[in-house]
């Protein structure tokens, strides 16, 4: 348990989404380059829905090691993975059948058991279990980067606003039934694991985000799922929004520097 409170999140706001894409890319690299040095490996979870498409800054980047990579996915759907609304097939079409990432490195939900979702999480724990836990022997896994979504009720990965799965402190990986947003039956990655990255970082383009934005930020106090996104220290979270989406943000953002 750390002794630091959470550092408050650092807010990096956009002249456009394209500077954001290139700017998440350098600071992809950054990353992926301290991991590397100190552990030969990069561990990072990526999310569906608007997410995949910002990371375009990465293809065709001759800095990025993929064959370093290990990925996994903050949550996804409970279908097969040619469903269209499996979050792994949006990421390959937004970027892994774009870039040289070994299949391998890409861990994807077990799809023989798509029928019991308790076997579903728990078979996708173990795959962590088996990336982190011989590894690096913490509680928790310590991913390098966790890349996050925001959605209009302010929910983030598959954690919903008043939903029971807030409170897990437990478990890894955790299962829904009933997702507000369909599909209704999904797994996500839990607090205790998002909050123990080492860097957490959420991404939010457009107008449509800026009401839930600013709830989020400047209201933090309403609980909403993504307000509640705290790495422990030396974890740190952050922001990267365009200026659409952070038109109504009263909270302060910091210029991106490297
Ligand atoms: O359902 C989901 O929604 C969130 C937010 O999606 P966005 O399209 O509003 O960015 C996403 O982060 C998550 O992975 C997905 O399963």
């Not at 550092?7 to 380059?33: D, M, R, T």
């Not at 991991?35 to 608007?50: C, E, N, P, Q, V």
């Not at 724990?125 to 509680?139: H, S, T, V």
Request: glycine fraction near 6%; charged fraction near 20%.
């Amino acid at each position: 348990m750390s002794h630091h409170p959470p550092n408050p999140p650092i807010i990096h706001s956009f002249a456009s989404p394209e500077v954001l894409i290139s700017s998440l890319a350098s600071f992809i690299l950054k990353a992926q380059k301290e991991a590397i040095d100190k552990k030969g490996r990069f561990t990072i979870a990526l999310s569906g829905g608007s997410l995949p498409k910002q990371l375009s800054g990465l293809i065709g980047n001759p800095a990025v090691k993929w064959d370093m990579w290990q990925v996994f996915y903050a949550d996804e759907r409970v279908v097969p993975l040619t469903d269209p609304d499996s979050n792994h097939l949006l990421c390959s079409t937004e970027l892994f059948n774009k870039v040289p990432i070994p299949k391998e490195n890409i861990h994807t939900i077990d799809t023989s058991l798509l029928s019991d979702l308790e076997e579903l999480s728990d078979a996708y724990e173990k795959e962590l279990i088996k990336e982190f836990a011989q590894k690096d022997a913490a509680r928790f896994p310590v991913f390098d980067v966790i890349l996050l979504g925001m959605g209009p009720d302010g929910h983030t990965a598959s954690l919903f606003p008043g939903h029971e799965l807030l409170a897990e402190e437990d478990r890894w990986v955790a299962y829904i039934e009933d997702s507000p947003k369909p599909p209704p039956n999904r797994i996500t990655l839990t607090y205790p694991v998002i909050n123990h990255a080492l860097r957490v970082v959420f991404v939010a383009v457009g107008a449509g985000k800026a009401e839930i934005l600013s709830e989020v930020l400047d209201s933090p106090e309403k609980g909403l799922p993504a307000s509640r996104v705290k790495p422990v220290h030396p974890g740190q979270l952050f922001w990267f929004v365009d200026e659409a989406a952070a038109a109504k943000l009263q909270v302060a953002s910091a210029e991106f520097k490297l």
